[in-house]
């Protein structure tokens, strides 16, 4: 490939992983007119989430397998091809059952392409640019965690519901365009692909398990422990069946490598602890500040537009100086950020939120895009889907995990405080919410402490 068609391509993997992301958090602000307009409760829309979310985290160790056999640019294709066919089936919106067999189609091109992306990066850059590559990557994942929402309620501002869902088919179009032209031909598979079925299915039933479980915690206790059981159950028998598969979907000889290990805990970690902002930054600037929505939405935008510099910055950095020193650059910056929104006390806002939203920014950008580099360096190039696919896998039940967590330990500390079950920021003392945050962001820096610990150790250090 020619230097220009590597950008090329690269910027298409990213617009396309944009496009993945962002879908899975724009239809939460679509609830209400979904509802309406398909004549169903709003109990029912939040199925429009589960079976996207779930489809995803289910089927993306399968895609990273058959993208090492299939070859991952026909996979990424094939995905592409698909979530546009999914995003199409559902903008008609019909019916409800309509929608959700247009979400589980999209479910599955993006898992596809998902779990492929970083291989394909790692396959086409040379290890020098490497770094650089999964930096601007990382702009557009950036984008996606952060833009669902707003970019939903602007769509709603002036079209209907249906526009969340078409307007993914002519940027579907354009990458798959992109993809056939640009991208390096697949060459034939050298032998009929294998699929870890039961492997599969154990997986896509902890993923479905562990969301009942998250989403159940607060408020139905028996379902909650129901949940918890089903999914400790399919963790277990999904290690049975990847013991004795013949082409795992998860070789847990991968993990041996220091490098490879390591360095995903401490992205899981992170993963976890950023939701921890990402939900609290809201309640405090409104409900507590009693800032307005607009300035509101301004101080959260901060972070994804110091990254669209950070993440370039970060990449460049990667490639010049050794990785891992650099990933702890990274963490030890989250680490301080996290330490300043455990004492934030209201005292000097939103310059303080402001200040520390950049330093976070910064923080994630100088730690993750070494983390990806060595994770996607460290595993042989046959290995590369299943390492890609397992990264993405991590963010995923990341997000689910740190949105629970932050919840849980935010309305529990307010529970504690208010002397009764509290599970609603209205009408609570605003001390009582200084001090629910103080304790969730606290536990958040300890899992980033544990990070930091994991790339510190001699081991790593060492490798």
Not at 57 to 74: A, E, H, K, N
Request: hydrophobic residues 55%.
């Amino acid at each position: 490939m020619t230097v220009t068609h590597r950008w090329l391509a690269l910027s298409t993997l990213g617009l396309f992983f944009f496009m993945v992301i962002v879908d899975g958090s724009i239809v939460t602000i679509a609830v209400p007119a979904m509802a309406a307009g398909l004549h169903v409760p709003t109990s029912q829309i939040n199925l429009v989430i589960a079976i996207y979310l779930v489809g995803i985290s289910g089927l993306l160790l399968t895609f990273g397998q058959l993208g090492d056999q299939l070859g991952r640019i026909r996979l990424f294709k094939w995905g592409t091809l698909l979530f546009t066919i999914g995003s199409a089936l559902a903008s008609l919106g019909i019916s409800l059952p309509l929608v959700l067999g247009g979400r589980l189609v999209q479910a599955i091109g993006a898992s596809m392409t998902m779990a492929n992306s970083y291989a394909i990066v790692t396959d086409i850059f040379p290890m020098a640019f490497l770094g650089r590559a999964l930096g601007v990557e990382s702009i557009f994942i950036s984008l996606g965690a952060l833009a669902g929402p707003g970019l939903g309620g602007l769509i709603l501002a002036y079209l209907s519901w249906h526009a969340i869902f078409w307007i993914n088919i002519p940027l579907g179009l354009f990458c798959l365009i992109v993809a056939w032209r640009v991208f390096p031909a697949s060459s034939a598979p050298a032998q009929t692909p294998t699929i870890d079925w039961p492997g599969t299915l154990w997986l896509i039933t902890a993923a479905a398990s562990f969301y009942v479980f998250t989403s159940t915690l607060l408020t139905q206790p028996v379902i909650t422990l129901l949940s918890l059981g089903l999914f400790t159950v399919a963790l277990v028998q999904f290690s049975q069946a990847e013991r004795h598969a013949v082409k795992p979907l998860l070789d847990f000889a991968i993990f041996r490598h220091p490098l490879f290990s390591r360095s995903l805990l401490a992205s899981f970690m992170s993963f976890i602890a950023a939701y921890f902002f990402t939900l609290l930054a809201p309640i405090y600037l409104q409900v507590v500040l009693h800032t307005s929505s607009q300035l509101t939405g301004l101080i959260l935008m901060i972070a994804p537009a110091i990254a669209l510099v950070a993440n370039p910055i970060a990449g460049w950095l990667t490639d010049r100086y050794p990785q891992v020193r650099v990933m702890q650059w990274g963490m030890v910056l989250l680490v301080l950020a996290e330490i300043g929104l455990v004492l934030s006390n209201g005292q000097h806002e939103p310059w303080v939120l402001g200040g520390l939203s950049i330093l976070i920014s910064i923080g994630t950008a100088v730690f993750s895009t070494p983390s990806n580099t060595l994770i996607m360096s460290s595993v042989p190039a046959e290995q590369r889907g299943m390492a890609g696919a397992t990264n993405s896998l991590t963010r995923e039940f990341g997000m689910v995990l740190g949105t629970t967590l932050a919840t849980t330990t935010y309305y529990g500390s307010l529970s504690v405080l208010a002397g009764r079950a509290a599970l609603t920021v209205t009408g609570q003392v605003p001390q009582h919410l200084l001090h629910a945050q103080s304790v969730a962001y606290l536990a958040a820096t300890i899992l980033l402490v544990i990070g930091l610990w994991l790339i510190r150790s001699r081991k790593v250090m060492t490798a």
